[in-house]
């Protein structure tokens, strides 16, 4: 069964310091999102990404974050100078349609520790 | 420093029983509602999804209901298993929105006990 996968599965980095985490969305799939989940918290939305553009954010995604579809399998987040508040699991998602329901297919996320 | 975690709701039953899991949703305008189960360490799996014309979907041992009158949804859960130990969310979509966003409830942990 297809799925989406995420990598690292966990990366620690300095406060100020810039990251990447990585994601391979389902092959066929055409909707791709970013979501984060501070631990023991709700899932939050972040981004959505089609045809080459941001679809909707939210107030989390500011200026910090970017997002990225460098060639036709990989989608990336990127916060360029991170946080401590940014420490948290960071999943990617995508979906076949946006129409109905849209379901979206997680990853597994990947762990941020900022220190 | 770290932030202090939500404490989750727990809902324990025995191997074999049903369960229920209830959520209580805030906006009206959303167009469908959706149960992920999310395991330790891993992402959220979609479960089952009904959009907000209906008031009941049922799917492999699972019926979601919903009561738009009160905003209130539930998960039922047939013949529960030890596989089905998870936390379970419902999320919310509103279709006009343009990024197919969906808005997370906080959670109820399912125990089963053998």
């Known amino acids: 069964e297809p799925e989406v996968t995420q990598t690292p599965s966990h990366q620690v980095t300095q406060m100020g310091q810039e990251v990447i985490l990585r994601c391979v969305p389902i092959s066929n799939h055409l909707y791709f999102y970013w979501y984060r989940q501070i631990l023991g918290q709700k899932v939050e939305f972040l981004v959505s990404?089609?045809?080459?553009?941001?679809?909707?954010k939210s107030e989390i995604f500011d200026d910090q974050f970017s997002v990225e579809r460098p060639d036709g399998s990989n989608f990336t987040l990127k916060i360029r100078s991170t946080k401590l508040e940014d420490s948290a699991m960071y999943f990617c998602?995508?979906?076949?349609?946006?129409?109905?329901?849209?379901?979206?297919?997680f990853g597994p996320g990947t762990r941020l520790t900022v220190t | 420093g770290e932030s202090v975690g939500l404490h989750l709701p727990t809902l324990s039953v025995q191997e074999g029983d049903n369960s229920i899991i209830n959520c209580a949703y805030s906006n009206s305008a959303s167009d469908y509602f959706i149960w992920y189960k999310q395991e330790s360490g891993k992402g959220p799996q979609f479960i089952i999804d009904i959009r907000s014309n209906m008031d009941k979907r049922q799917g492999q041992r699972v019926t979601v209901l919903l009561n738009k009158t009160v905003k209130h949804l539930s998960l039922q859960i047939a013949a529960t298993q030890p596989g089905d130990s998870a936390v379970y969310f419902c999320a919310e979509k509103v279709l006009t929105g343009g990024g197919n966003k969906l808005t997370f409830g906080t959670g109820t942990q399912l125990k089963v006990e053998l």
């Open positions: 990404f089609y045809n080459n553009e941001i679809s909707e």
């Open positions: 998602a995508s979906s076949a349609f946006m129409v109905g329901s849209g379901e979206q297919y």
